[in-house]
C-alpha cells in the first residue's frame, strides 16, 4: 500500500514510520504542519532541521503552514493531494486519542477524504513504546517541556534509560509525554543513513511552556 506519514521531527512520528516500513508499507513522503515558515507546529522544530532528517532518512518531506482555525481544512487538502498521486493511507504516530480532537478525529477526517488510518503505536503501554524505541538506537532531545510537570532543566536531555527512570518516578507524566508534558526532536536512529549534531542551544520560556531553542546543528556521518 502506497501511504504517506505525518512528521513532527520527534520521537512517536518517527518511530511510527520505522514500524510501518517493517509492515512492508510503501511510504512515498513526509507531511508536516508547520506554524509559519521557519518552525513546526507543537514541537517548534526550525524548517532546515525537518529537512536534514528527511534528507538523512531518504525521503521527500512535504510542509504545509496552517493556523488552528484552519487545521482540519488544510489537514484535508494536504491528504486530497496526496490522494490524487495514488496514496491509500495516513501513517501518524498517535498512542491516545489527541486532547484537543473530538473523539475519533483522525477516523472521521479520514474517512471523508478517502485514506485508511494507519496508527502502528495505537493504544500500546507508553513505558513499551520509549523502551522499544531507545532499544531500537534511536536518539532524541527533549525540546519542549510543560513547566507545570517538567522544569526547566529537562530541556536538551537525551531519551535514555536515566530518563525513562527519573520520568517513572516522578509518577504524574506518561513516559512518552502523551498528555503534552514533553516533546522532542530525533537526531539519529536505524532510519537515519547519517546523523544530526546539536551544535548550539538556548533554553527559553515560553508561558507554560520551556524550549529549548536549536541556534545550531550539522549533520554528521555516522561510525
Not at 514510520?17 to 509559519?36: C, D, H, P, R, W
Not at 482555525?69 to 487538502?77: P, V, W
Amino acid at each position: 500500500m502506497k501511504v504517506v506519514s505525518t512528521w513532527s521531527g520527534g520521537k512517536d512520528s518517527c518511530f511510527a514510520y520505522y514500524m510501518a516500513l517493517k509492515q512492508g508499507l510503501e511510504i512515498v513522503s513526509l507531511v508536516t504542519f508547520m506554524e509559519n515558515a521557519t518552525k513546526s507546529n507543537f514541537h517548534g522544530i526550525r524548517a532546515d532541521l525537518l529537512e536534514a532528517q528527511a534528507t538523512s532518512i531518504g525521503i521527500p518531506l512535504a510542509k504545509y503552514v496552517t493556523r488552528p482555525d484552519t487545521y482540519e481544512r488544510d489537514f484535508k487538502d494536504a491528504l486530497l493531494g496526496f490522494k490524487a498521486q495514488g496514496v491509500e493511507g495516513l501513517v501518524t504516530g498517535d498512542i491516545y486519542e489527541v486532547s484537543n480532537h473530538e473523539k475519533r478525529w483522525l477516523e472521521r477526517v479520514c474517512s471523508e477524504v478517502g485514506l485508511k488510518p494507519i496508527r502502528p503505536l495505537w493504544q500500546k503501554d507508553t513505558t513499551e513504546i520509549f523502551r522499544k524505541y531507545v532499544d531500537a538506537g534511536f536518539k532524541s532531545t527533549v525540546v519542549k517541556t510543560k513547566l507545570s510537570l517538567l522544569g526547566k532543566e529537562w530541556l536538551g536531555r537525551q531519551l535514555d534509560g536515566a530518563f525513562l527512570a527519573d520520568i517513572l518516578r516522578l509518577g504524574n507524566v506518561d513516559p512518552c509525554g502523551e498528555g503534552g508534558e514533553y516533546h522532542t526532536v530525533t537526531t539519529d536512529g536505524p532510519s537515519f543513513k547519517k546523523g544530526i549534531k546539536l551544535i548550539k542551544t538556548k533554553k527559553s520560556l515560553r508561558g507554560e511552556f520551556g524550549q529549548l531553542d536549536i541556534l545550531q546543528f550539522k549533520v554528521i556521518e555516522k561510525d
